[in-house]
């Protein structure tokens, strides 16, 4: 399934769910592969992610949904912006940065094979945090498939995590 993910839209490795501790199991045991996952979230989000929406919270600029759409880990979940923007956003801490690299790489490239040749793919080092990001975008898309690596901070050491985002780019989130 779903592997990884990344924090400004989508910083998830599909196929590499498949390779890592942080794949949902009840989403794996469905039968749903990577590219169908994609497809599912793509179509959703054309209608704000509606129709996987469960409990929402509000908060100030914010509505958070949970989702039982879960393709990494559990933590999955429909962010809504005050502006009327949609994401859904997955994360996945990994043990170190070789771990994060990995799936952020294996991640891209499962995307990208899911992916028909219209769509095209712009990657960048980040400037707020050490990391990369990969972004995917088609002209028929008004959204973006967004995948990140970076290093987050710890309590006491760095963490390096993979973030996946589907939706409306959210420059607030560089």
């Avoid at 129709?51 to 759409?69: N, Q």
């Avoid at 799936?103 to 219209?118: M, V």
Wanted: proline share 2%; aromatic share 10%; with cysteine.
């Amino acid at each position: 399934m779903v592997s990884v993910l990344l924090l400004g839209l989508t910083t998830i490795s599909l196929s590499a769910c498949y390779a890592t501790q942080g794949v949902n199991n009840s989403t794996a045991s469905s039968g749903i592969e990577p590219c169908e996952a994609i497809r599912t979230l793509t179509d959703s989000y054309r209608q704000q992610f509606r129709d996987i929406r469960r409990a929402k919270r509000s908060h100030d600029r914010i509505t958070i949904w949970s989702t039982d759409y879960q393709v990494v880990g559990s933590g999955c979940e429909i962010w809504g912006w005050q502006g009327g923007n949609y994401n859904y956003v997955c994360n996945y801490v990994a043990p170190d940065q070789s771990s994060a690299d990995k799936i952020f790489q294996k991640a891209k490239g499962t995307i990208k094979g899911c992916l028909s040749q219209d769509w095209a793919l712009h990657e960048e080092e980040l400037t707020e945090a050490p990391g990369s990001k990969a972004t995917f975008s088609q002209a028929d898309f008004s959204g973006v498939i967004d995948l990140r690596m970076l290093q987050t901070r710890g309590i006491t050491t760095p963490r390096w995590a993979v973030y996946l985002m589907i939706g409306d780019y959210n420059y607030d989130l560089q």
